[in-house]
């Protein structure tokens, strides 16, 4: 099994920065895709960013520019650099990755999340 741990959340002002991280434990080696997602109060949750283990990248239109999502395979961690931060940022963030499992079966694993508060 794999188990997912964010840390790195807070409250900042806006145009602050933020680095949340990501640090996964338990059979790290069947782990494919990792990513943020977020979610505020009233709304559905909603990708941020994800990276494959090779490196690829994508992003939601509404972070470009301002956040970007690096992995450290060795160290089994994924990492969420927040840059020109808005109010409208402000959600819980949780931490996902895609396991492969056998005969090829992927499932979604999740970290607890944590809260990220983006005052105006």
């Known amino acids: 099994q794999v188990q997912l741990a964010e840390s790195g959340g807070g409250l900042v002002q806006a145009g602050g920065s933020l680095r949340l991280s990501c640090a996964a434990s338990?059979?790290?080696?069947?782990?494919?895709?990792m990513g943020w997602y977020r979610q505020a109060p009233g709304k559905q949750r909603e990708l941020v960013a994800t990276?494959?283990?090779?490196?690829?990248?994508n992003y939601a239109d509404f972070v470009k520019g301002r956040f970007t999502i690096s992995r450290d395979n060795a160290k089994n961690t994924v990492y969420l650099q927040m840059n020109s931060l808005k109010p409208e940022d402000t959600a819980v963030y949780y931490c996902?990755?895609?396991?492969?499992?056998?005969?090829?079966?992927?499932?979604?694993?999740w970290g607890q999340g944590t809260q990220v508060t983006v005052s105006s």
């Open positions: 338990g059979r790290t080696g069947s782990i494919n895709a």
């Open positions: 990276i494959t283990s090779e490196g690829t990248t």
């Open positions: 996902n990755a895609v396991v492969t499992a056998i005969l090829s079966i992927k499932y979604d694993r």
